[in-house]
């Protein structure tokens, strides 16, 4: 798999909108040093995060904070993605909440799932995306569904680094086998670690 995140020079700055430094994705050792500053999954011009300035992304963050039920059989833990989704592509990492008290709630699993997709560059896009993930999976956070959405940069000692087949985007599309055909041998070259296609032509 192979994604970008972009991080600011801080961590726990609610007020800071500038993430100028730019971080591929490629292993849980690269991930894990870029999630412990704030970042964002998205491009956006001047490094100022905002709708607005928003220019591509390949992964889209989602909440999971399990405030949707103070029933600890109703929780979804982090190994609970691949047995709901064990096709796709996604990275599961703890929350600066996790098992902690947290607005009026009791301790209890929190955390971020990065689904990876193709590159999107139309933060209308972007939102929904994260509409249609969260119609099909209510439990993700109704308030992050912000195309600007920023994440606290947390020391993420437990990572879920899951391979999958096919992109979220696929997943809701209704598919199961992923094709490609390309011309291109670098853009195959990225399709392939990204996508991982049953079926790949190059031409």
């Known amino acids: 798999m192979k994604f970008t995140l972009y991080t600011a020079d801080c961590r726990g700055n609610r007020k800071n909108a500038v993430y100028?430094?730019?971080?591929?994705?490629?292993?849980?050792?690269?991930?894990?040093?870029?999630?412990t500053y704030d970042?964002?999954?998205?491009?956006?011009?001047?490094?100022?995060?905002?709708?607005?300035?928003?220019e591509y992304a390949d992964c889209t963050p989602m909440d999971n904070d399990n405030d949707h039920s103070d029933n600890p059989e109703d929780w979804v833990y982090p190994e609970d993605y691949g047995k709901m989704m064990p096709d796709v592509a996604y990275v599961v990492a703890p929350s600066r909440?996790?098992?902690?008290?947290?607005?009026?709630?009791?301790a209890r699993p929190r955390h971020h799932v990065y689904f990876l997709h193709d590159r999107i560059d139309s933060?209308?896009?972007?939102?929904?995306?994260?509409?249609?993930?969260?119609?099909?999976?209510?439990?993700?956070?109704?308030?992050?569904?912000?195309?600007?959405?920023?994440?606290?940069?947390?020391p993420a000692e437990e990572i879920i680094w899951h391979e999958g087949d096919i992109t979220m985007g696929y997943k809701l599309a209704g598919y199961d086998v992923v094709?490609?055909?390309?011309?291109?041998?670098?853009?195959?070259?990225?399709?392939?670690?990204?996508?991982?296609?049953?079926?790949?032509?190059?031409?």
């Open 123 to 154: 933060y209308r896009q972007y939102r929904a995306l994260k509409d249609a993930i969260i119609e099909k999976y209510p439990f993700f956070d109704d308030n992050a569904r912000d195309a600007a959405r920023f994440i606290f940069g947390n």
């Open 20 to 35: 100028p430094n730019k971080c591929i994705i490629e292993d849980e050792e690269s991930f894990a040093e870029a999630v």
């Open 179 to 203: 094709g490609n055909c390309e011309i291109d041998p670098d853009m195959m070259k990225v399709y392939k670690q990204n996508n991982h296609p049953k079926h790949s032509y190059l031409m």
């Open 39 to 54: 970042h964002v999954c998205a491009k956006y011009r001047r490094s100022h995060r905002g709708n607005d300035d928003f």
């Open 97 to 106: 909440h996790n098992m902690k008290e947290k607005d009026g709630k009791s």
